[in-house]
């Protein structure tokens, strides 16, 4: 599915990270951080000598996206892709005291307080993040969507 999606993609489109943000929370701030530089750095234009000399330049992956800051709860709709981005062993950190995805999606309804903050969310290429590890982060903003992949 993503080959199509990459194939009928609009030229100048970019990609949308979203961060589930909460502004009382350390981690999250850290996380908005480090997103929001790496979105103003990806869209600083090259200096003439950068433009013209591409032979220092490395296959990065992706640095151009749209930062999406929600300081509310997912839908239960990307609540389900992010949790099947991340694997039912991270439903826990998702969802305060999850034991699975369907426990975590029964929490969830419950009670839209037991999502867990911060999480960036790559919609385009399936990723997710959990929490402010910068590395972590910044492997998601450079992902190089995977050929062939569904």
């Known amino acids: 599915m993503n080959v199509f999606k990459n194939l009928f993609k609009e ?3 970019k990609d949308v990270i979203t961060l589930f943000h909460s502004p009382s929370s350390p ?6 951080t480090i997103l929001k530089q790496a979105a103003g750095n990806a869209q600083s234009t090259a200096t003439i000598d950068q433009a013209a ?11 151009d996206f749209e930062l999406d800051v929600v300081e509310g709860a997912p839908t239960t709709d990307q609540l389900t892709n992010v949790l099947e981005y991340l694997g039912p062993n991270k439903a826990g950190n998702v969802v305060k005291d ?14 839209a307080n037991t999502f867990q903050r911060p999480i960036a969310v790559d919609w385009s290429n399936g990723r997710a993040v959990v ?9 998601l903003i450079r992902a190089i969507p995977k050929e062939g992949s569904a």
Do not use: P, Y
């Open 27 to 32: 981690a999250s701030i850290r996380a908005h």
């Open 11 to 13: 030229r100048g489109v």
């Open 131 to 139: 929490g402010d590890d910068e590395s972590e982060l910044i492997k």
């Open 53 to 63: 000399d591409h032979s220092k330049q490395s296959k990065t992956g992706r640095t």
């Open 98 to 111: 999850a034991t699975g995805s369907s426990d975590a999606m029964r929490k969830f309804n419950a009670s």
